[in-house]
């Protein structure tokens, strides 16, 4: 595998104005190179681009394959691992089946994306509105999992409210919620683990009798 966002927090690129002279930094522009074209990156995602480290392929482990949609082979960091089975093995126990349809995904796998619906005659504005820009995603952090079906209606089913109501135990949280940062589209399907979020579910996290 290629190289993988790292788990610290996103940094806007910064260039100085008539330096030297003590003025204001504002802000440089950011873009991304799709194919061969380049594209401003637009707000929300400007500011937001995420840092990068080299990971490979044995920083990564399989999810088991009852637990991915259609049998398909999903990647995520060996770090999330055991917190990600514990959150799917409860959630079983309790009659919720979540399937997990993406996890780890390069930023070279992002442009391919976005290659697709271009060629399905998609403007990259139209694109970024429901996919991060390369480089901005957080699929490449290794610690991000979309759950099955990957879209609006993730938000009406019971997957959805058991996760809202018991992911926390586990260390995942919801990344873009209906009422987060303004400008971000509501993701519900999309989660992230983060060990600082985690609670206590006494309930869920108990050795089974």
Known sequence: MACLTCCGGSK????????????????????????????????????????????VYEDFRPVPLQYTKDNTSIYVLKAIYDPLIELLDAAARQGVQLEISSGYRSAGYQKKIFLRMFAKGRSFEDAIRFVAPPGYSEHMLGTAVDFSPSNWRFAKTRDYQWLKDHAAAFGFLESYPQYGVPGFPWEAWHWRYDATEQTVDDQLTSPDP
Not at 15 to 37: C, H, L, Q, W
């Open 12 to 55: 806007a690129v910064t260039a100085e104005t008539a330096a030297g002279t003590g003025a204001v930094s504002v802000p440089a522009k950011e873009y991304v190179v799709i194919g061969e074209d380049r594209y401003d990156v637009p707000a929300p995602w400007a500011g937001n681009r995420l840092a990068v480290e080299v990971l």
